[in-house]
């Protein structure tokens, strides 16, 4: 469409505050007022070579900030990751972390489809996004240092996957990506939402926000 036309240009001709953050990693950021879905956004993106390290934090009992998993791994920088329990705390996805098992799926197997289909994956210092083979557990069958099962899967393979019109996908959110780019860079990717500055974004949206960045695999 014309208008979809339009955003992809606005994303890829904008003049994007970028800073070196290390060798390896280069952080972006823009706030598009109004010419991105009609809508004003603020997006932040770190870009990173996949030799980096990247690990997946965790926390088993306790509620705990993101920036507080960050400062206690001294990490340069820290993005939140999957489901949770948003009263006790601890995941209530599949986690493992440092080759230790640290939770199973405790979804629901209507929401486990939905949610819970593809994983962000961590072995040899490389990520990858794995998507469900259909098979039970597959999950824990995947050989790798760190697996974190989270979703809805946007973009695998350089196909957009298919989303439907439940409200989590619809309804404007803020929203974190985690993709992988046609030349292999790791992007960890921030829509920031629910103010007038940020209005945040529904799945399709950023589903085309990351067709638009050249991403080949890409989970919310």
Excluded at 63 to 69: A, D, G, P, V, Y
Excluded at 149 to 164: A, M, Q, R, V
């Amino acid at each position: 469409s014309v208008v979809g036309q339009t955003d992809s240009i606005a994303i890829v001709t904008a003049k994007w505050n970028t800073k070196q953050i290390e060798k390896d990693v280069l952080w972006k950021q823009f706030s598009f007022q109004g010419n991105i879905f009609s809508s004003n956004q603020n997006i932040n993106i770190l870009e990173i070579a996949n030799k980096s390290l990247i690990s997946i934090g965790y926390d088993t009992i306790s509620l705990k900030l993101t920036s507080e998993f960050g400062n206690q791994s001294g990490a340069l920088a820290a993005i939140n990751g999957t489901f949770f329990d948003m009263k006790s705390g601890g995941s209530v996805a599949y986690i493992k972390a440092r080759g230790q098992l640290i939770n199973t799926n405790e979804i629901s197997e209507n929401d486990r489809e939905f949610y819970q289909t593809s994983a962000v994956v961590i072995s040899k210092r490389r990520l990858r996004i794995e998507k469900w083979n259909g098979s039970d557990d597959w999950e824990s069958k995947l050989s790798a240092y760190e697996v974190m099962t989270s979703g809805p899967l946007l973009i695998f393979k350089n196909n957009l996957e298919h989303l439907d019109s439940s409200s989590f996908n619809t309804t404007r959110h803020p929203r974190t990506a985690v993709a992988l780019t046609a030349t292999r860079k790791v992007m960890l990717i921030t829509i920031d939402g629910r103010n007038e500055n940020a209005a945040g974004m529904n799945l399709f949206e950023l589903q085309r926000i990351l067709r638009w960045l050249s991403v080949a695999d890409g989970i919310n």
